[in-house]
């Protein structure tokens, strides 16, 4: 809008100067000058030199209009140290104009404030990709997130916009992967603490059956009470085996189940030869048929905790 209005000026100028003289230049030059109208005042210094080249007073002016709007753009451009220099050099001039002075006395406060605050949060974005480089990404979040609050660095901040960006995506990357793993780990410890809890039921129920099946013996006497009391064992032994079998069909993977039916079968054959072989012992005898229920007791016992401990989940 600024160099538009000047161009406008320029013209009225132009209108107003067909008598080819550059007093009118100069007269609007300065009225524009003390009045800190700087593009408008540019445009009539740059007109009166068109008018007289040689003119020391209007090439001075033109030259240190010049420097102020470069000074200007410096500083637009986050370059603190070429404003700053431009600026202190043109200050070092004894007759410089009290609006000129003004001016870029203006400039230079704004240089330094700016400079300091580009330093404050360049230093600032370093630490954080410090503690990103470290693995803190939670720290790093909070340190961006009051970075971004601080309203005296604002001005600034959108130098860094691009690097901070970067930043903010691998720290929210980073923090969902750790929220990924915190979740995973707590199901995984969770499944754990069920697994642990379902085999150590199971334990304490197979106690259970261990000590009644005990009790099935006490205060008996003859053969026939004594097979009996084995029988019932057995039958006890063999539902509670039926019972973790079905739940090991529902936990375990399709291999690892048709791994443990074929071991299953073999064990049952196992199981039914030993028996066989223990209860030989009293072949022809009332006993041979007591020994063949004990053993396959104390087998169906010891098939059923080395299930629970090693397959249950």
Do not use: H
């Amino acid at each position: 809008m600024k160099q538009l209005l000047a161009a406008l000026f320029t013209i009225t100028l132009l209108v107003g100067c067909n008598n080819g003289t550059y007093e009118k230049a100069m007269e609007q030059g300065k009225l524009a000058l003390a009045n800190r109208e700087f593009d408008k005042a540019l445009a009539s210094f740059e007109l009166a030199l068109k008018e007289e080249p040689k003119d020391k007073e209007a090439k001075v002016l033109y030259e240190r209009l010049v420097v102020l709007n470069q000074v200007k753009e410096a500083i637009e451009n986050a370059k603190w140290d070429d404003a700053l220099t431009k600026a202190n050099n043109l200050l070092g001039n004894g007759t410089l104009e009290s609006s000129v002075k003004k001016e870029l006395e203006q400039y230079v406060k704004t240089a330094e404030a700016s400079k300091a605050q580009y330093k404050t949060v360049s230093e600032k974005v370093a630490y954080i990709k410090g503690l990103v480089n470290e693995g803190k990404y939670g720290e790093a979040q909070t340190a961006m997130g009051e970075l971004k609050q601080d309203a005296s660095l604002k001005p600034v901040l959108d130098n860094f916009s691009s690097e901070v960006g970067m930043i903010e995506q691998t720290v929210n990357t980073e923090i969902m992967k750790q929220k990924d793993a915190e979740v995973a780990a707590a199901k995984k410890a969770a499944a754990a603490a069920v697994t642990a809890s379902k085999r150590q039921e199971y334990l304490q129920k197979l106690d259970g059956i261990a000590q009644s099946s005990e009790r099935l013996f006490d205060n008996v006497i003859t053969t026939v009470e004594i097979r009996e009391a084995a029988g019932q064992a057995y039958t006890r032994w063999d539902d509670a085996l039926n019972e973790i079998y079905g739940i090991l069909k529902t936990q375990l993977p399709t291999d690892e189940l048709d791994t443990l039916k074929e071991a299953q079968r073999k064990w049952i054959t196992y199981r039914d030869n030993t028996a066989k072989a223990e209860s030989a012992e009293f072949e022809g005898g009332t006993f041979e048929s007591v020994q063949y229920l004990d053993s396959l007791g104390r087998l169906t016992k010891e098939r059923c905790y080395e299930l629970v401990r090693l397959y249950m989940k």
